[in-house]
């Protein structure tokens, strides 16, 4: 049986914001030789509920259905051997924190819970979404290019704090705080590195800004001392 393969999207050849939903289709990478190409790479990234899923149970965040450590970090080991930079976007859910400790964890994996779905909703370019810890989420881009991420961190913001979510009895507002990372091709820092960096920028932007920050390489690597901050 001969199997369907996406083709890869490039920023250069489509908007980040318009391309296909990757819930709905299977992304691949290509490695990138002089000789004939081998078969690609191909890692779903599917609604758990989608029968096509080869994703195992644990990849898979139970609260919000995205990716949980375990598949991000199968997705990026992909993308490293492919040959293609990437970039993170921790994307800080501000004031759950605070939810949680004065209304327990139900109410606040709901708001979790909501945001992701309308991240699912309007992520585009992105090859993969995940949780990154209780409070946060995570998108991970096959760019590296900073004006992208702007162009991404300003949908999602208006997208997903369009409106407060709903708990019984009030409601939750939605602000974020995002941090970006772009990985260049060829990077070998650990994912948990990755992740501390893009979380930090985030906790030096403000409401609604995206902070960007430098790839801190393995540890005992000279990390960067410079975090640029952009407004999206």
Do not use: Y
């Not at 090859?127 to 290019?145: C, K, N, Y």
């Not at 992208?148 to 709903?166: F, K, N, W």
């Amino acid at each position: 049986m001969t199997r369907r393969v996406e083709p890869i999207l490039r920023p250069a050849e489509c908007d980040p914001m318009t391309a296909p939903n990757p819930l709905h289709q299977v992304p691949t990478f290509t490695t990138k030789s002089a000789t004939p190409e081998p078969a690609p790479i191909s890692l779903r990234v599917m609604d758990p509920a989608d029968p096509r899923s080869d994703v195992p149970e644990p990849a898979l965040d139970p609260t919000t259905g995205l990716w949980s450590s375990a598949g991000l970090e199968r997705f990026l080991r992909a993308a490293r051997h492919a040959g293609e930079g990437v970039a993170l976007l921790h994307i800080a859910l501000d004031g759950v924190g605070a939810l949680r400790a004065r209304a327990g964890d139900g109410a606040a994996d709901a708001v979790v819970r909501a945001v992701g779905t309308r991240l699912r909703e309007v992520v585009r370019a992105a090859e993969a979404m995940g949780r990154a810890g209780p409070d946060a989420l995570i998108v991970v881009l096959r760019t590296t290019s900073v004006e992208d991420g702007r162009r991404v961190c300003a949908r999602l913001g208006r997208h997903m704090t369009r409106a407060p979510v709903p708990l019984n009895p009030s409601v939750q507002p939605v602000a974020l705080s995002m941090g970006f990372v772009g990985i260049v091709a060829g990077s070998r820092t650990p994912l948990s590195r990755l992740r501390a960096a893009a979380a930090d920028a985030a906790r030096g932007a403000a409401d609604g800004e995206m902070a960007v920050a430098a790839d801190p390489g393995p540890a005992g690597a000279q990390a960067s001392a410079n975090t640029m901050r952009s407004r999206p």
